[in-house]
């Protein structure tokens, strides 16, 4: 058996497949490398026209999801395509709910600016018109004409008064009285009371006329008084008009091709003459309440509200890290003025959804699902294509405060989730809208083929990193050692790991030692340096179990022989750093009915995949060496000074081969150790963590005492292709100090290990005698023939057993 050659332990990356000295001579990639699958996903779901063809972008963190879709967005995004103001503006005639202006990118602003401006100039120059003289004489003739008509209607209903001897007294405004007169004074009820019948119905006769005359008088004084209002209004109007008739009409050319600006502003014109007050009146509370609403004093009325305003033509595109509902969907604010709570158009507030209208929002999928009632809210948005700025708390209580309903807002967006696979498939099961709504999976790549044209594309991408993170520029062989280390990071020689954060992490650490170093450039030395760093911040752990191995608490031995024990390999992760341990497997034999007990899975510490292999390992026994007659012997298997739980099948090569030993007597060597799945047709199978675990015996080497020469690790002939081992270890098996062995059958592994071959069965099942395999064979049969002997001689013993 031959250990794996110096290349097949490690594959470098070659300077002459890179073809530059240093990253600042590579053009950096607009795009992240590897991801072809997700872009084509993201670029036919942004292509897409109809609804419902929103992404879900599928991938654990730091595959690089956000930077990929922004920097995709950025250069592939149509910005032919029309962006728009959102604003809110009053609804003068249903105050509760505002109406909404849709306008090109910019005009929000500029309308904002221009009714800012008109108000301003009509605040001051209403109150100075309408103090002014001129004003003053026309509306001063305008009352006094209307008092005349007033007078002289009630003299002559009075002049007639006086004929018939009646007075007319009028008491209140609307009130008069009719009293009978007795010369200059008017009569007491005695002195009625003494005139004759006649004269006492000619008074009242005559009163009763009266009456009637001062009552179409009264009506005549209404309507004049109407006309009155009526003039003085067109003189308000007249007025009004004169000083802001031409300005509105400059706005109204201005935004001729707005009709709904048009409407607006004439609807502006109309409420200017209604609400003439506003500007007369010193409002106090106006004033307080722009105060408290951070607005400028001007009146609200007419404010602009620019729910969202586009600086440029570019589509859109919103990034929200904390989609709360409010956050999400906008919501209208309260201002609070002597114990009252206030509200009006102008603190309607936007959210992240108005923001992306008619561009694209991007947001993390778990976020989203955590706050309440949002990702409902986000499903009836996407399905009704507006945004209705609802108050939450009227939602969720009862209280009848009252409120605004603002008009909905159009809504054309298309979402996009990042998220994990599990999340993923939660929302595909038990959400029956999520598939008709994300109907556009991008499923980012761990991992990309390693190629002489993937590694220079890796080049341009570490590039793009450094240029983006403005770090040093890396030389060609810092780049090469990065390239490896992302083979590392794959677990396989011809792959290389896209989890970006991680190479802008090394990135970011080699530039931190390049500086400290006072290098111009990230040199493989400051690469390494920063791997080192890493490792050493990350293994305190790991050192306290070498510690144990160390002083002899943990009980390994790394030479000599021993029967039915085995030095097996696991690895063990602490919070993203990975090591291996060496684990001693024992195996004893005894007379039995040819099961094997594995302790671990009895006491409850064996996980299901470990029990799995162990139930394989008997099945194989018991197909080599119990397919005619029942196998006597019984083993046990366990792994020693395990006090915690154990899984996964990759020891079971390592139970086999323990097994074997205490079956068959032969020592194995424990120089090796050997990791490796095994199936029931004694076919090795691959396992993980195959650098780690090579690791980690060789460092258990290195701590009982040095190396020998003659150690090594056997590992599946399938794991070779996940070599990338330490450069400690490589120099190690270049100087023939360690070795790593690859087995593809059981037979090698235990031909390895136990220093005899394994032997191979002929037409009649018997094996060669001095093999493994023969050995444990002829213990078996010997027990057999001994068994036999036993019933016989029981049946000699009583004949009545038959």
């Known amino acids: 058996m031959k250990s794996l050659p110096l290349h097949q332990l490690y594959k470098a990356c070659v300077l002459k497949d890179l073809p530059f000295k240093t990253t600042r001579q590579l053009e950096p990639l607009a795009e992240i490398v590897g991801q072809n699958r997700a872009q084509e996903a993201v670029r036919f779901a942004l292509a897409m026209p109809h609804g419902g063809y929103n992404v879900y972008a599928v991938g654990r963190n730091g595959l690089g999801k956000r930077t990929m879709m922004l920097r995709y967005l950025e250069h592939h995004v149509d910005t032919l395509q029309q962006s728009h103001d959102w604003c809110y503006v009053a609804n003068f005639e249903e105050p509760r709910n505002p109406k909404l202006l849709q306008l090109p990118g910019g005009m929000g602003t500029l309308l904002k600016q221009d009714m800012e401006k008109l108000m301003t100039r009509l605040v001051k120059t209403i109150p100075q018109t309408f103090d002014s003289d001129s004003f003053l004489e026309r509306s001063e003739q305008l009352k006094n004409d209307y008092g005349k008509r007033q007078e002289d209607e009630l003299a002559k209903v009075a002049a007639q008064a006086k004929r018939k001897k009646v007075s007319l007294t009028v008491t209140t405004p609307g009130g008069y009285r009719l009293v009978a007169m007795n010369g200059d004074e008017p009569h007491t009820a005695e002195s009625f009371q003494a005139l004759t019948e006649e004269q006492r119905d000619k008074f009242e006769d005559s009163i009763n006329k009266l009456e009637k005359k001062l009552r179409q008088a009264l009506r005549k004084m209404a309507d004049w008084e109407q006309e009155y209002a009526d003039k003085q209004q067109a003189l308000n109007q007249e007025t009004l008009e004169g000083i802001s008739g031409h300005q509105i009409d400059e706005l109204v050319e201005k935004y001729r091709e707005q009709p709904d600006v048009v409407t607006y502003l004439e609807a502006v014109r109309k409420d ?6 506003i500007f007369l009146e010193d409002d106090e509370e106006q004033a307080a309440i722009a105060w408290a609403a951070l607005d400028k004093r001007m009146p609200r009325r007419y404010l602009i509200n620019v729910l969202v305003h586009q600086k440029t033509n570019e589509v859109p595109v919103v990034v929200e890290d904390n989609p709360t509902y409010h956050n999400l969907f906008g919501y209208v604010e309260n201002v609070t003025y002597k114990g009252t709570v206030f509200t009006d158009f102008s603190l309607i507030r936007a959210g992240s959804l108005h923001r992306a209208n008619g561009g694209y929002l991007l947001m993390d999928a778990i976020k989203v699902l955590e706050q309440p009632f949002v990702w409902d809210g986000l499903k009836r948005a996407l399905r009704s294509k507006s945004i209705q700025i609802n108050s939450l708390e009227r939602e969720l209580t009862l209280s009848g405060t009252i409120s605004i309903e603002p008009e909905a807002v159009p809504l054309n967006v298309k979402i996009v989730l990042f998220g994990d696979r599990e999340t993923w498939m939660l929302l595909q099961e038990y959400d029956s809208e999520f598939a008709e709504l994300f109907r556009v999976t991008a499923d980012f790549e761990n991992e990309m083929y390693r190629t002489e044209e993937s590694q220079l594309l890796y080049a341009k991408f570490i590039s793009s990193l450094v240029v983006e993170k403005k770090l040093l520029h890396c030389t060609n062989k810092a780049v090469a050692r990065i390239i490896e280390h992302s083979a590392r990071m794959a677990d396989h020689q011809d792959r290389l790991s896209l989890h970006a954060a991680d190479i802008a992490n090394l990135l970011r650490e080699s530039d931190f030692w390049a500086r400290q170093a006072g290098a111009k450039l990230i040199s493989e030395v400051h690469v390494e340096r920063a791997l080192e760093s890493a490792r050493y911040r990350s293994s305190r752990i790991r050192d306290q179990f070498y510690d144990s191995i160390r002083d002899g608490s943990t009980l390994v031995t790394t030479t000599g022989t021993c029967v039915g024990q085995v030095n097996a390999l696991s690895v063990l992760s602490t919070g993203g750093f990975e090591f291996g341990l060496s684990n001693r497997v024992t195996a004893s034999c005894y007379y039995g009915d040819g099961g094997v007990m594995d302790i671990e899975r009895d006491v409850k510490l064996g996980g299901n995949i470990h029990s799995k292999g162990v139930m394989i390992l008997s099945s194989w026994l018991a197909s080599h060496f119990a397919v005619n007659d029942p196998m006597h012997l019984s083993a046990s298997l366990t792994f020693e000074q395990n006090y915690g739980e154990v899984d996964g099948d990759s020891a079971s090569l390592a139970e086999l ?32 963590g195959v650098n780690e675990k090579v690791e980690g015996f060789y460092a258990t080497c290195e701590l009982k005492g040095g190396l020998t020469g003659s150690q090594g690790v056997i590992i599946p002939t399938t794991n070779v292709q996940n ?45 060669p005698k001095q093999s493994v395999f023969g050995i444990i064979q002829q213990r078996l049969e010997k027990m057999r023939e001994h068994e036999r002997q036993e019933h016989a001689r029981d049946d000699h013993k009583d004949p009545s057993i038959h």
Not at 736 to 762: C, H, M, N, Q, S
Request: aromatic share 4%; charged share 20%.
């Open 272 to 277: 200017l003459v209604d609400n003439l007050d």
């Open 657 to 688: 081969c323990a097994l074997i030993s205490a079956l068959s007597g032969i020592p194995v060597r424990q120089d090796l150790a050997i990791t490796g799945s095994v199936n029931q047709f004694g076919e090795v199978q691959p396992i993980g």
């Open 723 to 767: 070599l990338m081992l330490d450069s400690e270890v490589v120099q190690a098996a270049r100087a023939g100090r360690f070795a790593v062995y690859p087995v593809a059958r059981v037979e090698e592994a235990i031909t390895l290990l136990l220093g005899k071959p394994a032997g191979k069965a002929d037409e009649k099942g018997r094996y």
